[in-house]
């Protein structure tokens, strides 16, 4: 076991490496979080159409992420501040990571207008006229309360061309310094800052203030991410994040840039990927060296039927499993695998039954999060490299 590195915030060390890859405990004041990690969303302060008891007991997510652009709009940071933060207000008590806003920003690109002082946009529910800048990102999520926060960035699309991408990296640097600089104001004043009387597991340990994540921005262009690793890590961060990734580019290109510098990342502090991926991604992602992970795909697949399975993925809406007895994945032990047939769920689908993408969303979940202990496991034998190989040969059905 490597050393422990104590950010007052987080408590973070590397327990294990096989190449590049690498297994670590990420610890919050309220959580010990095993790494590699996935960590399910929960845009409005819950993970959709999945209970927290499920998360908690059959599942063990340790940390969920919830999105400030949201929460922001609805119901209001009063009133989540009111009632005593997100996790008091959802009853979540284990560890969350808030978003900056900056991706949802990024996607409504018919409402917005960014400037040097930040965006200026209109809501997507009413029309309402708004405006986001770093220190009220840092704001909202100070009042949300959440153990890891990150700064507020421009996500450029991948197509936009290298000087408009340079353009945006130096927006998002400026932007950085100011997040970290209005971070340190409010963990310093003791105004909200995540509610330090969490008792979570690690009280005590930690100084109970959140942490603040730098975002490594610069499209598909490997130079320019270099560059905004490097300047990112001099404004020091306590973790750092790759964004702007899985927006519209080629595949190849996103596998190139984690290649080039997830490894480069600073080794002292988790490294995140944000909103990838598939399983694959995943797979390629903790092979350079990445440790926490989000992504929709497990319930927004769910909703529509989509299932993730060990031998690749299926849509339970095909004909072929209306006489299927069999569960969605022969391999999983989940509660929905050990209890339901594909038939049965694929009846509840066809006749619009809510419980059917509640089901295959619980599957889905628990499909990413075994899938990341089996990477821990691998990991820690110095077997990845052979894990590797045969999932995704499995996945691809083409298995050996």
Same mark, same amino acid.
């Given at each position: 076991?490597?050393?422990?590195?104590? @950010?007052?915030?987080?408590?973070?060390?590397?327990?294990?490496?096989?190449?590049?890859?690498?297994?670590?405990?990420?610890?919050?004041?309220?959580?010990?979080?095993?790494?590699?990690?996935? @960590?399910?969303?929960?845009?409005?302060?819950?993970?959709?159409?999945?209970?927290? +008891?499920?998360?908690?007991?059959?599942?063990?997510?340790?940390?969920?992420?919830?999105?400030?652009?949201?929460?922001?709009?609805?119901?209001?940071?009063?009133?989540?501040? $009111?009632?005593?933060?997100?996790?008091?207000?959802?009853?979540?008590?284990?560890?969350?990571?808030?978003?900056?806003?900056?991706?949802?920003?990024?996607? &409504?690109?018919?409402?917005?207008?960014?400037?040097?002082?930040?965006?200026?946009?209109?809501?997507?529910?009413?029309?309402?006229?708004?405006?986001?800048?770093?220190?009220?990102? *840092? +704001?909202?999520?100070?009042? &949300?309360?959440?153990?890891?926060? *990150?700064?507020?960035?421009?996500?450029?699309?991948?197509?936009?061309?290298?000087?408009?991408?340079?353009?945006?990296?130096?927006?998002?640097?400026?932007?950085?310094?100011? $997040?970290?600089?209005?971070?340190?104001?409010?963990?310093?004043?003791?105004?909200?800052?995540? %509610?330090?009387? !969490?008792?979570?597991? +690690?009280?005590?340990?930690?100084?109970?203030?959140?942490?603040?994540?730098?975002?490594?921005?610069?499209?598909?262009?490997?130079?320019?991410?270099?560059?905004?690793?490097?300047?990112?890590?001099?404004?020091?961060?306590?973790? %750092?994040?790759?964004?702007?990734?899985?927006?519209?580019?080629?595949?190849?290109?996103?596998?190139?840039?984690?290649?080039?510098?997830?490894?480069? *990342?600073?080794?002292?502090?988790?490294?995140?990927?944000?909103?990838?991926?598939?399983?694959?991604?995943?797979?390629?992602?903790?092979?350079?060296?990445?440790? @926490?992970?989000? !992504?929709?795909?497990?319930?927004?697949?769910?909703?529509?039927?989509?299932?993730?399975?060990?031998?690749?993925?299926?849509?339970?809406?095909?004909?072929?499993?209306?006489?299927?007895?069999?569960?969605?994945?022969?391999?999983?032990?989940?509660?929905?695998?050990?209890? %339901?047939?594909?038939?049965?769920?694929?009846?509840?689908?066809?006749?619009? +039954?809510?419980?059917?993408?509640?089901?295959?969303?619980?599957?889905?979940?628990?499909?990413?999060?075994? /899938? @990341?202990?089996?990477?821990?496991?691998?990991?820690?034998?110095?077997?990845?490299?052979?894990?590797?190989?045969?999932? /995704?040969? /499995?996945?691809?059905?083409?298995?050996?």
């Amino acid at each position: 076991m490597e050393p422990a590195f104590n @950010m007052g915030s987080i408590k973070w060390n590397v327990t294990a490496r096989d190449g590049d890859a690498r297994a670590g405990v990420l610890r919050t004041r309220r959580s010990v979080i095993e790494t590699p990690v996935f @960590m399910p969303v929960g845009t409005q302060g819950t993970v959709k159409g999945v209970r927290f +008891e499920w998360l908690e007991e059959e599942l063990d997510a340790r940390i969920i992420l919830g999105n400030t652009y949201h929460l922001w709009i609805r119901p209001g940071t009063e009133v989540i501040r $009111s009632l005593g933060g997100l996790h008091k207000f959802s009853t979540w008590d284990r560890s969350l990571l808030t978003d900056s806003g900056g991706f949802q920003v990024f996607s &409504l690109s018919d409402l917005r207008k960014i400037g040097e002082e930040g965006v200026e946009f209109r809501s997507h529910l009413d029309g309402s006229k708004l405006f986001m800048s770093p220190e009220i990102s *840092m +704001e909202i999520q100070s009042a &949300l309360g959440a153990e890891i926060v *990150m700064a507020f960035d421009e996500c450029p699309p991948g197509d936009i061309g290298k000087t408009a991408t340079s353009e945006s990296l130096e927006l998002t640097l400026r932007w950085a310094a100011r $997040s970290k600089a209005r971070f340190e104001e409010l963990q310093d004043s003791g105004s909200d800052t995540g %509610y330090l009387d !969490c008792g979570g597991e +690690e009280a005590g340990v930690l100084s109970g203030k959140q942490a603040l994540f730098g975002i490594v921005q610069g499209a598909g262009f490997v130079d320019l991410r270099a560059e905004s690793l490097e300047r990112t890590t001099e404004i020091g961060f306590d973790g %750092y994040a790759i964004g702007g990734l899985s927006v519209g580019e080629e595949k190849g290109v996103m596998y190139e840039v984690l290649e080039e510098i997830a490894p480069k *990342m600073p080794s002292d502090a988790p490294r995140y990927l944000m909103g990838v991926g598939t399983p694959e991604d995943i797979v390629e992602a903790v092979r350079n060296g990445v440790d @926490m992970f989000d !992504c929709v795909l497990p319930t927004r697949n769910g909703r529509t039927g989509g299932a993730f399975t060990s031998v690749g993925d299926l849509n339970i809406r095909n004909a072929k499993f209306a006489f299927d007895e069999s569960p969605l994945d022969e391999n999983c032990r989940c509660s929905v695998c050990r209890r %339901y047939s594909r038939a049965y769920l694929r009846h509840l689908y066809n006749t619009k +039954e809510m419980l059917a993408p509640i089901l295959i969303s619980h599957h889905n979940l628990s499909f990413y999060l075994v /899938l @990341m202990k089996d990477i821990r496991e691998a990991i820690g034998t110095g077997t990845f490299s052979e894990f590797r190989d045969k999932f /995704l040969s /499995l996945r691809s059905g083409t298995p050996d």
